[in-house]
């Protein structure tokens, strides 16, 4: 089955730590993944899309089809990243599975 | 400036009572998508569309309508709601290809 894991629901830090959210997926075929963030009240906005290779924000993700994962990274945390993030998989067969999200909060 | 508009942004409403829920686009895309967002549990699917008169159900379809007579809208139905329907609704859109969703800003249903 197809399945998009955050196993951890709220992550915090200091500010200029690294952070690291963790994203695991289960899914036979090439996946499409990315990452999602969501700012109080505010609407979802797409951060990362495997594919590109690029750095939003200081953060950067990178798929590992052996651990079947796609974290996201920073190296030092700032408090204005303080959010929801969701990581999500597209399976090509126009269904688009969403995480159930990790809060990070960023401590001054 | 290119955006998912949706309205009304906050609903109450009582049981039984159908309502509507609407969604615009206009970035001529032509992937579709209603998610629900509830604590605990993430952003899950409703019902998608991959074009114009082409919808699919997602994982929690029932109790649910979409329709997508034109490409730039795709309203959200609930023909008799119920309080399990009280959630967090988003819309969402894409172009074809490996690109993400632009999400509108959310409606706020409450059913009671």
């Known amino acids: 089955a197809q399945r998009v894991t955050q196993p951890e629901k709220l992550l915090s830090v200091f500010k200029g730590a690294p952070v690291e959210l963790k994203c695991n997926y289960s899914?036979?075929?090439?996946?499409?993944l990315f990452w999602y963030v969501q700012y109080s009240r505010q609407r979802l906005q797409l951060l990362l899309r495997?594919?590109s290779r690029e750095s939003i924000k200081g953060f950067t993700a990178d798929l590992n089809k052996g651990e079947t994962s796609f974290h996201l990274k920073k190296p030092f945390a700032q408090e204005e990243d303080s959010a929801m993030y969701y990581c999500a998989l597209s399976t090509g067969t126009y269904k688009y599975i969403f995480g159930t999200g990790t809060r990070l909060k960023v401590l001054a | 400036e290119a955006q998912v508009t949706q309205n009304p942004r906050y609903l109450i409403t009582v049981t039984g009572k159908k309502l509507t829920v609407t969604c615009s686009q206009n970035?001529?895309?032509?992937?579709m998508s209603w998610y629900r967002q509830d604590p605990g549990l993430g952003l899950r699917q409703i019902y998608y569309s991959m074009n114009v008169e082409v919808t699919d159900k997602g994982d929690v379809p029932e109790g649910y309508k979409v329709s997508r007579k034109e490409k730039r809208n795709f309203p959200l139905i609930l023909e008799s709601p119920s309080p399990n329907q009280t959630s967090l609704y988003f819309c969402?859109?894409?172009?074809?290809?490996?690109?993400?969703?632009?999400f509108g800003s959310g409606t706020r249903l409450t059913v009671v």
């Open positions: 495997h594919i």
């Open positions: 969402a859109s894409r172009p074809q290809g490996e690109y993400g969703y632009t």
């Open positions: 970035m001529n895309h032509e992937y």
């Open positions: 899914y036979s075929g090439s996946p499409e």
